[in-house]
Structure formats: structure tokens, C-alpha cells
């Protein structure tokens, strides 16, 4: 490859936005746009353009030109943006070429240099004339494959003989899943040359370390265009990182490059970034990239301290083979989206535990350190005796019923969930048809769940929570069968700067607050704001 051959493509406001929501300082954006400036890069991708406004979203998920023109922008930077091919195809009308022309104006009331569009095989075909409208509009069009390492040779053959028909100046596919290694990207490159003559690109995902080595074997194999980010920052692991990058190709890029700034700002902005939100490659995400398992699911879990490493061991392996190359967000149990909406259960708790006391277990060290003197006041004093999820912490002889509200715990631990002896109580109507059946040998109690921020409402077949976790389940069990008084055990507490600690204190302070209140005690030691008493004091 000779000189200027090259171009880099950095996109950190689009992928990083997968961590902060797209919710980029104008301060750090002009900051990050002039190490850009200074590092050589020419093409820099400042955000998506969308339709999307169903929760907040910083700027640069929209990158209106109203925004752009809050920006200092150096004048050797050519910025672009980039449209999802499902939203033109979804939003109102269906429209493609109707809704293009809502997102992007003629280039002459614009900044903008170039327009990606991301599509999926299969969204080819229904978006690709677009590129005829924005050609015409005087913009640099580039479509971005994804996912395409799992499509079959005819059907990668067919995206470059479609694409080569319209007027697209690059045609990108991206390693999605991060799955792709040196031999199987030849092939895809040699697959597109059948009938695709113009410039290609690469979208590298650094699951398993090999952004950096898949983006030098694309560069050798006749890719132009890579894509980048600053410190990889982006979904699950990230992706090839600009700085490095920039040292290894410097002789290939446009202009001489000075890359101080650009590691100042790494330094300054994204280390801190990166120490907050976690992206990187680890294990986990290598597994991931090994079968091919979209990375948000790894992402979903790490961001869950729930979630323990053989939990998301398990998760991988079960995705692994129920196909995880799809994000399906139900699976990691959005309350705003899971959770929406009233929902009645067939159960009555009442039937159980009218008047009696109710002993939750928890799984912090404290009930383990009193397990017999737990184990000896069941057998006495015959409490009703709540579970949660799978934990064992003490004999399972003493475990009335288990709850468990959350999709992807119960796909994780499907093998334990089958084993037990016990009823098992969740929001059965909330569920895939994939957990309901392999629940189906379990005996469910079907109990309704419908989450609203800071609301506690029992009804007898339901309950309204402030959230999802299977603690707030149970005291809402306990509550709505009206019970007389609630232990726990095993609540020891996380530290004061956990945000887990947060949210607990949280949804004790607003039981408390409820008329329905029941009386509650922590057995066992806790950190949490709630009533204490000593399990050894109990007759």
C-alpha cells in the first residue's frame, strides 16, 4: 500500500456511546477532535443519527447539525455520521428514502463529509437506495456490514454485486462478534472482489486481542478503510485502538502526525473512562468472541455485580448453544422494558402464609457463620422460609419455596433450577417460551411483577416493585400474603461507595415508608438501614 492509501476512520463517539449513552462533553469532544487533527487521522465519525428517543441520550446519539455547529472542528478533519438501516426502514412511513431525507439535509446546509449506513444482510436490499439519494446530496456513502462472518459464501458474494449497482464509495463489514481470524478474513475480502471494485473497509471487535492483527491482515489483503477507537473504547471489549494504530501505519496516513496530544488525552479523559466503565478484553469476552456470542450479553453481565464468573461461564455456554450472535436485551432483564405493564399471576400467596412469620435467605457470609443457630429456629418455631434464586445456605429441607425473577439467572442456572424440590415462585407471564419449558418438570407459582420507579403496591396476585431484584420480590410476597412479621438472613450488605448498597438502602427506606408495611428484622449482621435483632435472641 502506498502513501494515503490509508485512511483511518475513528469512530470513539459512536461505539464509546454504548458505555455513557452517547453523553459526550462539547468540552471533551473538541479536545478529542483536535488530537484527532494532530494525530493524523482525516476521517472522524461523531455520532449516530437517529430516530431513537425512548430514554435519554447525550448529543452525539442524535449529531444534529444544530450540535455540530457547537463544536470547534479543525479544518483538515472530514466528520461524518452514521444511520441505522432499521430505523429507515422501521420509523413511520417505512420508507427508506422518505426517512433518509428526515436525518440528513443537503450537504450545502451541512458539515458533514460522509454518511455510513449499518445494516445487517439481510437490510440491504430494502436501504441500499438510499445511497443514490445521498450521493446526489453530495455526500460520501459507505455502507457497514455487520455480522457478516456468519452469512454463507453465495450470500457475502451477493452484498458486493448488490452494493457494486449503486453509487457507495465504501463498502465496510465489521467483525461484530469478534470471532474473525486472519484466514476467514481473506476469504470475506476475496468473496466481496467478485464483484465489488471499489474501496472496502474493516471493522475489527477486539474479543480475543486480535484487533490490532485482523486490521494489519485486512490492510495486506487490499482494505483502505479501518475503523477505530480511542483506547478501543466501545461495546464489550472494544475495538483496534487509534493510538496504536496511528504508531504502527504513520508512513501510510496523509499528513505527518504528532500523537502527544492524542495520548494526553488518553491519559486525562479516557483512562478514567475506561477505569469506570470497564471496557477491554478479558476472558470472558474472548469466550465470547470464540462462539460468536454477541458481546453485549458478556457487557450486560459485567455491569451486573450479580453476576459471579461461573454464572457467566454458564451463560456463555448456554448461548452458545441457543445462538447468541442476537442481543436480545430481555435476557438481561431491563425492569423498564421486562417489567412494564400490569401483570397478574394465577397465585395467592395469602393461601400460604397469612399471619405467619417469613424467614428470607440471602447468600452473604452471615448466614453461613450462623447456619446452625438458623437451622435450629426453623425446626422450632416453623417460620414460612423463602429462598432466593438457587442459593443453598442452609438445608434445603427447611426451604418452603424458592423466587426467582430475572431471565438471565434462570437461564444460567437451568441445570440447578431443574433440581429442585421446592415450588418455585416467579412472574411466569413475563418469561420466553424457551424458560417457561424448561421449567416445565418444576412446580411454578405463577406471581405477577410490574416495576414503577419508587412504588410499592400488593396486590394479592401481584405486586408492584421499584425494581427487579429477587429480594424486592420476595418481601413483596411476604407483604401481599399479608405475613406478620419478616426475617433475614444473609444480608450482610456491600460497602457505602457500592452502588448495590445504594440501591438496597433505597428499596428498604421506601418498604418502610408503605402503608402495607410489615414488620422487618435482620437475623444475621447487615450494613442496611433496617431493624436488627439477634437470631440467638429469638425463642
Not at 523 to 536: A, D, F, G, L, V
Request: glycine content about 6%; aromatic content about 10%.
Amino acid at each position: 500500500m502506498n502513501k494515503n492509501e490509508l485512511k483511518i476512520l475513528d469512530c470513539t463517539l459512536i461505539d464509546g456511546g454504548y458505555y455513557n449513552n452517547w453523553d459526550f462533553s462539547n468540552s471533551l469532544i473538541n479536545k478529542y477532535l483536535k488530537s484527532m487533527s494532530a494525530a493524523g487521522v482525516e476521517y472522524i465519525e461523531l455520532g449516530f443519527r437517529s430516530f431513537e428517543n425512548k430514554t435519554y441520550r447525550g448529543a452525539c446519539a442524535y449529531t444534529k447539525d444544530d450540535f455540530i455547529k457547537t463544536l470547534t472542528v479543525p479544518n483538515n478533519l472530514k466528520i461524518g455520521v452514521m444511520i441505522n438501516a432499521s430505523e429507515l426502514i422501521s420509523y413511520k412511513t417505512k420508507n427508506p428514502i422518505k426517512n433518509i431525507k428526515l436525518l440528513i439535509k443537503n450537504k450545502k446546509n451541512s458539515k458533514i463529509h460522509f454518511v455510513r449506513i449499518a445494516c445487517h444482510y439481510e437490510e440491504v436490499p430494502r436501504t441500499i437506495k438510499v445511497s443514490n439519494w445521498l450521493k446526489k446530496n453530495g455526500y460520501k456513502v459507505g455502507f457497514n456490514i455487520m455480522q457478516i462472518a456468519e452469512k454463507s459464501d453465495l450470500e457475502i458474494e451477493s452484498v458486493g454485486k448488490i452494493c457494486s449497482n449503486y453509487p457507495i464509495d465504501i463498502l465496510y463489514f465489521a467483525d461484530s462478534m469478534g470471532s474473525l481470524e486472519g484466514d476467514k478474513i481473506c476469504k470475506i475480502i476475496s468473496l466481496l472482489r467478485k464483484n465489488w471494485k471499489g474501496d472496502i473497509g474493516i471493522h475489527t471487535h477486539d474479543n480475543m486481542n486480535m484487533a490490532i492483527a485482523n486490521t494489519q491482515t485486512a490492510i495486506d489483503n487490499g482494505v483502505s478503510w479501518v475503523d477505530s477507537t480511542v483506547t478501543g473504547m466501545g461495546r464489550g471489549p472494544g475495538n483496534a485502538k487509534t493510538e496504536y494504530l496511528v504508531i504502527k501505519f504513520q508512513e501510510k496516513l496523509i499528513r505527518k502526525n504528532n500523537i502527544l496530544p492524542l495520548l494526553e488525552l488518553i491519559e486525562r479523559d479516557f483512562k478514567p473512562m475506561q477505569d469506570r466503565y470497564g471496557w477491554g478484553v478479558n476472558p470472558y469476552y474472548f469466550l465470547s468472541g470464540k462462539h460468536s456470542i454477541h458481546p453485549s450479553f458478556v457487557q450486560g453481565m459485567l455491569a451486573d455485580n450479580r453476576f459471579k464468573s461461573p454464572d457467566i461461564i454458564s451463560a456463555i455456554e448456554h448461548l452458545q448453544k441457543i445462538g447468541g450472535t442476537k442481543f436480545n436485551k430481555d435476557l438481561l432483564n431491563s425492569d423498564k422494558t421486562n417489567y412494564s405493564g400490569k401483570c397478574e399471576g394465577t397465585w395467592n400467596p395469602k393461601s400460604k402464609i397469612l399471619n405467619k412469620d417469613i424467614l428470607i435467605l440471602g447468600t452473604g457470609p452471615g448466614i453461613l457463620k450462623n447456619k446452625l443457630a438458623i437451622e435450629q429456629y426453623v425446626k422450632k418455631n416453623k417460620p414460612f422460609v423463602i429462598g432466593l434464586n438457587t442459593q443453598k445456605s442452609i438445608s434445603e429441607k427447611l426451604i418452603n419455596i424458592r423466587v426467582a425473577c430475572h431471565s438471565l439467572r434462570l437461564t444460567t442456572d437451568r441445570k440447578k433450577y431443574k433440581l429442585l424440590k421446592q415450588p418455585l415462585v416467579l412472574p411466569l407471564k413475563r418469561f420466553s417460551k424457551e424458560i417457561k419449558d424448561y421449567l416445565s418438570s418444576n412446580k411454578v407459582l405463577d406471581f405477577g411483577i410490574q416495576v414503577l420507579a419508587e412504588k410499592f403496591i400488593f396486590k394479592k396476585n401481584y405486586v408492584v416493585l421499584p425494581n427487579a431484584l429477587a429480594v424486592s420480590y420476595a418481601i413483596g410476597i411476604a407483604t401481599s400474603g399479608k405475613a406478620k412479621k419478616i426475617f433475614l438472613a444473609g444480608f450482610d450488605g456491600y460497602s457505602a461507595d457500592d452502588p448495590r448498597r445504594v440501591e438496597m438502602d433505597k428499596m428498604f427506606n421506601l418498604y418502610n415508608q408503605t402503608n402495607s408495611k410489615i414488620p422487618m428484622f435482620s437475623i444475621t449482621p447487615t450494613r442496611y438501614n433496617i431493624n436488627s435483632i439477634s437470631i440467638y435472641a429469638l425463642k
